[in-house]
């Protein structure tokens, strides 16, 4: 996975450079379709799944998209309540901006393919091996999140994101994780990372080219933002924890686990 990420990003980024965009960005949105196939052929050749097994299959696709996209709005819109209301931090409600289509585009496309691959990746294939050696749900979930969470070292400027922040994309996994094994759907949690990655780009006042909604000086602001979020995001931690003592989530959890420690590739 570390080398294909490599080749496949390294030539995408070296057309980019040399002015082939289009070919650059052809390449690079090829990624997320060879991560699939990846993914894939390790969980038939190493874990002995089969794609039903995981919920990499079509089925009920779009309910499935629609109720990632809905958590997530439904989370960033608790936090930005919370934000402009207790903390007073100013978000601004503006229509869309000259030449928006253009970023519009561009933004869709790179959250698109950094939500699906990620997926793939951490849930469809981490989480999973976790599964498929025995270790449970809730460790599967957490050591996959640490991992999830370290990915992400690297892709924060720290002067405006708080060192919490990485706590909360490990609440984030967790999440997510619970999500997919609830839906047995890998398109409900990339359509999750998709409008949560969406959404969090526009509230950048100096980064935002789309218009929208975005948040005046967010360089001031985007600690303490980022901190409420993490506060937000254990919460919804804490009432999936309590869910899973509950009868019937427990049952559609262990159901999961059963598919995938007992099922055999096709």
């Known amino acids: 996975m570390i080398l294909l990420f490599i080749t496949v990003v390294g030539i995408g980024n070296y057309f980019q450079n040399i002015d082939q965009k289009i070919v650059g960005n052809t390449i690079l949105s090829l990624f997320p379709i060879l991560i699939y196939f990846a993914v894939k052929i390790f969980n038939q050749r190493i874990n002995q799944l ?14 499935n998209v629609l109720l990632g996209i809905v958590l997530a709005v439904l989370i960033i819109s608790i936090t930005l309540i919370i934000a402009t209301a207790f903390f007073n931090i100013p978000i601004e409600f503006v229509g ?3 030449g928006f289509a253009k ?18 990746y951490f849930r469809g294939l981490v989480y999973n091996t976790f599964l498929k050696n025995n270790f449970g749900f809730h460790l599967s979930a957490f050591v996959s999140s640490i991992l999830f969470s370290v990915i992400h070292w690297s892709s924060f400027n720290m002067y ?43 509230l950048d006042n100096q980064e ?21 979020m993490v506060m937000i995001l254990g919460l919804v931690l804490i009432v999936i924890l309590l869910l899973t003592r509950k009868k019937t989530v427990l049952e559609k959890i ?3 686990i059963s598919q995938i420690t007992s099922a055999n590739k096709s």
């Open 50 to 63: 089969n794609t039903d097994s995981y919920g990499f299959s079509f089925k009920h696709f779009g309910r």
């Open 96 to 98: 869309l901006k000259n």
């Open 103 to 120: 970023p519009l585009f561009v933004l869709i496309m790179s959250v698109a393919l950094v939500g699906i691959w990620e997926e793939l």
């Open 160 to 202: 405006e994101t708080s060192w919490l922040w990485y706590i909360g994309i490990i609440f984030i996994g967790y999440i997510l994780a619970f999500i997919y094994t609830i839906t047995n759907s890998i398109w409900s949690v990339a359509s999750f990372h998709f409008i949560w990655n969406f959404m969090v780009r526009l």
């Open 208 to 228: 935002n080219e789309i218009g929208l909604y975005e948040i005046t000086n967010y360089a001031e602001h985007s600690k303490t933002l980022d901190n409420i």
């Open 254 to 256: 262990n159901s999961y």
